[in-house]
C-alpha cells in the first residue's frame, strides 16, 4: 500500500512539474502562430477608407504631453476634414485645460476640449463621457480611443481604417510599442515584453480570428460597432479595454490587429510604477475571467473566444504564477520521495524551457528588429540570471558541474554532501522563490538607500517572474475584494516620436 | 488620399510572409542548442 501511495505521488508531482511547462508551450504555439500571419490575414478585406474619425483622448493633468501629441494627430496622413479630436478633460488640477483650448484655437473645429468637473473615476468613466457627445450627432463614423502621451506614426491611422471597410470588423487596434527615450533597463525590458505580447502574439490571434485585447492606447471603433455595445464602455472592471473587446466579438463583430500601425507610448520607469499599472491589468484580467466564465472552452457555443487554442493562451498565461508555484512542489516532493525522478523532472522542465526561450527569444527579436535590437539585453535576461544558469545547468550538466567543482577549488571552498542537497533544494523551489525575490525588487525601489538593489534584483530573478509576482499579488488583492481606486501611471513625456 | 495603397498592403504582406524564413532561422537555432546538448552528454 505504502509502495502505491508514493508511486501516485511521484506520478503526481511529475505532473505538476510538467504542468509547468504549459505556459511555454503555449507560447511556442502562439508564435508559431504569429509566422503564419504571411498566409491568414485580414488584407485581402482592406481598401482605401477613410471614415470621418472622431479621436477621444482621455486627459487628466495630461499638460506636459497632450500639447504635443494634439500637434502630431493634426499631422498624421489622414483628410484633415475627416479628422476631429476631442480632449475629454477629466478635472484636471495642472495646465491641461489652458494647453487644450490653445490648441483649439489653433486648429479649429478640429480639436475640442471637454470639460468633466466631477473626476478622477477612471478612464472609462472619462471616455464615456466623450462618447456620449461624439454620438450625439451623426458626424462621426469611426472612433479612435487612444491615451494623451502616445505617439502615432503618420500612417497608422490610415493603416488601421483601411480594415473598417471589411463591415465585418467591429474594432482595430495598432501595435503599442515602448517609445521612452532614452529610457532606462525597465522600459527596455518593456520594450522586449511588448514585441512578444503584441507584436507577436496578437499576429498569431490575428491568425486564430479572435483577440485577447484592444490595446487601450489604440483602439479603433466604428460607428456600428460603438452603438451595438450600447454607445458605453464599461465602467464596472479595471479591464475596460478587455471587457469591450470581448463584447465586439461575442456581438459577432471581428476585432483585428494591424502590426504595421504603430504608436509609441511611455511605459513606467520605475518598479513601484509597473507594480500599480500591472496589478491593476492583472486584477482586471481576474475579472474578465470571471465574468466571461460561460466563454471559455465552449466551441460549440462561441466559436472564436470560446476555442481550446484561445482558452488555452488565456489560461497558461492567467495560471502561470500558480503553475510556477506547482512546478517547484512537484520537484520538492520528488526531491524527498524519489531522488531520480526528481532530476529526471528537473531536466524536462529547464531544457524545454531553454529550448522554447532560444525560440520565442529569436523569433520576438527577428520580428521587430528595430526594438529588438535596441533591447538585446533585456530580451536575454528576460527569464533573469539565475535561470539562465539553471538552463545552462540542464542542458550541459557535466560540464557546468565539473566547471563548479573547479571554481570551488580555485576558491579553497569543500562542496559538501550537505550543501549540495541544500543547493539542490534552493533550484528546485527557484521558479516560486523567484517571485519571492521579485517582490524584494519592489520594496528596494521604494526605499532610497536601497534602489540600486531593484534593477540588480530584476535582473537577477527575470521580468517574467516579476510580471509573475505582480498577477499573484493582484489575485490576493482581488480574492481579498480590495478597492478597486484607478490609479494613473505617471507620465513625463520621454517619449520621442 | 494614398496613391501607393496597393504598394503599401503588397509591402505589409510581404513583411508577414518573411515571418515563415525568420521561424525557420529560430527553429535552426533551437536544433543548434539541442545538438549542442546532446554532444555534451557524449562528451561528458
Known amino acids: 500500500v505504502i509502495h502505491a501511495i508514493t508511486l501516485v505521488v511521484d506520478w503526481l508531482a511529475v505532473v505538476l512539474v510538467l504542468a509547468g511547462t504549459v505556459p511555454i508551450f503555449v507560447g511556442t504555439y502562439q508564435i508559431l502562430l504569429a509566422c503564419l500571419h504571411g498566409l491568414r490575414n485580414h488584407y485581402g478585406q482592406c481598401a482605401p477608407y477613410y471614415p470621418r474619425t472622431a479621436i477621444i483622448v482621455p486627459a487628466w493633468n495630461e499638460g506636459a504631453v497632450v500639447g504635443g501629441s494634439i500637434d502630431r494627430l493634426m499631422r498624421l496622413e489622414y483628410p484633415p476634414d475627416a479628422l476631429r479630436v476631442y480632449v475629454v478633460d477629466d478635472g484636471s488640477t495642472d495646465d491641461t485645460a489652458e494647453v487644450v483650448r490653445a490648441k483649439e484655437r489653433m486648429y479649429p473645429g478640429r480639436t475640442i476640449h471637454l470639460r468633466r ?39 497608422s491611422l490610415r493603416r488601421m481604417t483601411r480594415h473598417l471597410a471589411d463591415p465585418a ?71 475596460e479595454d478587455t471587457f469591450t473587446t470581448f463584447n465586439t466579438q461575442l456581438r459577432g463583430r471581428k476585432v483585428v490587429f494591424e502590426p504595421h500601425a504603430t504608436v509609441l507610448a511611455e511605459e513606467p520607469g520605475s518598479v513601484g510604477s509597473l507594480w500599480k499599472q500591472r496589478v491593476r491589468w492583472a486584477r482586471g484580467n481576474f475579472q474578465v475571467t470571471r465574468r466571461f466564465r460561460s466563454v471559455w472552452f465552449r466551441p460549440w457555443a462561441e466559436r472564436r473566444l470560446g476555442s481550446v487554442s484561445f482558452g488555452l493562451i488565456w489560461f497558461s498565461l492567467f495560471l502561470q504564477p500558480l503553475l510556477m508555484i506547482g512546478a517547484s512542489a512537484g520537484l520538492l516532493t520528488l526531491f524527498f520521495t524519489n531522488r531520480e525522478l526528481a532530476s529526471t523532472a528537473f531536466s ?31 530580451a536575454v535576461t528576460f527569464p533573469g540570471l539565475a535561470s ?23 576558491a579553497g571552498v569543500t562542496l559538501t554532501h550537505r550543501g549540495v542537497e541544500i543547493a539542490t533544494l534552493l533550484v528546485y523551489a527557484w ?38 509576482a505582480m498577477s499573484l499579488a493582484a489575485y490576493v488583492k482581488e480574492l481579498r475584494g480590495a478597492s478597486m481606486a484607478w490609479e494613473k501611471t505617471e507620465k513625463t513625456g520621454k517619449v520621442v516620436g | 488620399m494614398n496613391p501607393r495603397f496597393d504598394e503599401e498592403i503588397e509591402d505589409d504582406r510581404r513583411y508577414e510572409r518573411g515571418l515563415l524564413v525568420k521561424a525557420g532561422v529560430a527553429i535552426l537555432l533551437v536544433v543548434v542548442v539541442a545538438v549542442l546538448h546532446e554532444l555534451s552528454l557524449h562528451w561528458g
Open chain 1, 388 to 410: 539562465l544558469a539553471l538552463m545552462l545547468y540542464a542542458l550541459f550538466p557535466d560540464q557546468v558541474r565539473r566547471g563548479i567543482v573547479e571554481l570551488a577549488d580555485l
Open chain 1, 117 to 155: 468637473e466631477n473626476g478622477g473615476q477612471g478612464k472609462a468613466h472619462t471616455l464615456n463621457h466623450g462618447l456620449a457627445h461624439v454620438l450625439s450627432d451623426d458626424w462621426m463614423q469611426a472612433l479612435l480611443i487612444m491615451d494623451a502621451d502616445v505617439i502615432y506614426s503618420p500612417p
Open chain 1, 169 to 239: 470588423v467591429g474594432a482595430v487596434t495598432a501595435y503599442i510599442k515602448e517609445g521612452s527615450r532614452p529610457g532606462n533597463y525597465l522600459n527596455r525590458f518593456i520594450g522586449f515584453e511588448y514585441i512578444a505580447a503584441q507584436a507577436a502574439a496578437r499576429r498569431g490571434q490575428n491568425v486564430l480570428g479572435v483577440l485577447a485585447c484592444l490595446a487601450g492606447g489604440a483602439q479603433l471603433h466604428s460607428r456600428e460597432n460603438l452603438e451595438a455595445l450600447g454607445g458605453r464602455i464599461d465602467t464596472t472592471s479595471l479591464a
Open chain 1, 348 to 378: 524536462w522542465l529547464w531544457i524545454s524551457t531553454a529550448l522554447t526561450f532560444v525560440f520565442i527569444t529569436a523569433l520576438t527579436v527577428m520580428i521587430d528588429p528595430g526594438t529588438g535590437w535596441h533591447c538585446w539585453r533585456e
Open chain 1, 431 to 468: 521558479p516560486a522563490a523567484s517571485m519571492l525575490v521579485a517582490t524584494l525588487a519592489k520594496k528596494a525601489a521604494e526605499r532610497a538607500r536601497l534602489g540600486w538593489l531593484s534593477p540588480v534584483l530584476v535582473y537577477l530573478v527575470g521580468y517574467g517572474p516579476l510580471l509573475c
